[in-house]
């Protein structure tokens, strides 16, 4: 079933670029219509693995990415609605559609660990992923704004300048993205560490439980991730810290939370996870 969303945005990533090579309003609306479309059925099934499991489906991390993607696609839609800005599509899309082959590819079981009944592992998980969702926004936004810059500051006004947002719509809306996602990612770890210690009470043996622990590098680089965007929140508003240098911090971190999403959640055995 994750295929399905998954050629949808691939077509919708298409449709994105068109319009943003050729300025092209048609095919921007049709994109919209193909993002919207993506969405509906990727909540269809959503809510049909939830009914499967009578539980929110991102106990494996093949279901964390499907999960993580229709946030992406959530959150994108709001941006583009009231803003009524489409550029971005062009850049968000493909990120959407790669990642999207995760799931559609490795058909991921949820787990059956009682630890995952827990609510706090549901808020755990939705924050971190909404967190995630908001990164990625804001790691795009970062980077159009280099490329933005850059045009400027040679004073070459080529291929980006009459397409992307002004420098400062782009710094408003990456401040908005990181400041967002930094409070959901707050919560996700304050969560996670009351789950944890619930856990360690109830469970004390599963080989999960014991994996909670300052040496598990799903919790290290998460920490991580956390403070980067902590100090650019801070930065920000006590340092003055925006346009460049904002917008490098904000891709930085998020090359940080893929590298805790993706490679830590299938190739690092010694993390907590749950398959």
């Known amino acids: 079933m994750d295929a399905v969303p998954l050629f949808i945005y691939?077509?919708?990533?298409?449709?994105?670029?068109?319009?943003f090579a050729r300025r092209d309003g048609r095919s921007g609306r049709a994109a919209t219509m193909l993002l919207i479309a993506g969405a509906c059925a990727h909540t269809f099934i959503i809510g049909m693995q939830t009914m499967e499991?009578?539980?929110?489906?991102?106990?494996?991390?093949?279901?964390?990415v499907s999960t993580f993607v229709?946030?992406?696609?959530?959150?994108?839609?709001?941006?583009?609605?009231?803003?009524?800005?489409?550029?971005?599509g062009a850049f968000i899309l493909p990120v959407m559609a790669l990642l999207q082959i995760v799931p559609a590819v490795v058909q991921g079981r949820e787990?059956?660990?009682?630890?995952?009944?827990?609510p706090w592992f549901w808020v755990h998980m939705l924050s971190l992923l909404f967190a995630y969702a908001s990164f990625a926004l804001a790691g795009v936004l970062g980077l159009t704004y280099v490329l933005q810059f850059k045009e400027i500051k040679r004073k070459s006004l080529g291929f980006f300048f009459p397409r992307l947002p002004s420098l400062h719509v782009l710094d408003e809306m990456n401040s908005r993205a990181v400041t967002v996602g930094w409070a959901f990612l707050t919560l996700g770890v304050a969560v996670g560490f009351v789950w944890?210690?619930?856990?360690?009470?109830?469970?004390?043996?599963?080989?999960?439980?014991?994996?909670?622990?300052?040496?598990?590098p799903k919790i290290l680089v998460t920490v991580l991730a956390w403070a980067v965007y902590s100090f650019a929140v801070v930065a920000r508003r006590a340092m003055g810290w925006h346009g460049r240098r904002a917008a490098w911090l904000s891709a930085l971190g998020f090359v940080i939370v893929m590298l805790?999403?993706?490679?830590?959640?299938?190739?690092v055995t010694t993390s907590h996870t749950f398959q």
């Open 70 to 88: 229709w946030l992406l696609a959530l959150s994108y839609l709001y941006t583009e609605l009231t803003t009524d800005e489409r550029a971005m």
């Open 111 to 118: 787990g059956t660990d009682p630890l995952l009944d827990s």
């Open 196 to 216: 944890a210690s619930q856990a360690r009470a109830v469970s004390p043996d599963d080989p999960q439980v014991q994996a909670f622990s300052a040496a598990d």
């Open 53 to 64: 499991v009578w539980n929110a489906p991102f106990g494996s991390p093949s279901r964390a």
């Open 10 to 19: 691939a077509a919708a990533a298409a449709l994105y670029a068109v319009h």
């Open 260 to 267: 805790s999403f993706l490679p830590i959640n299938y190739f």
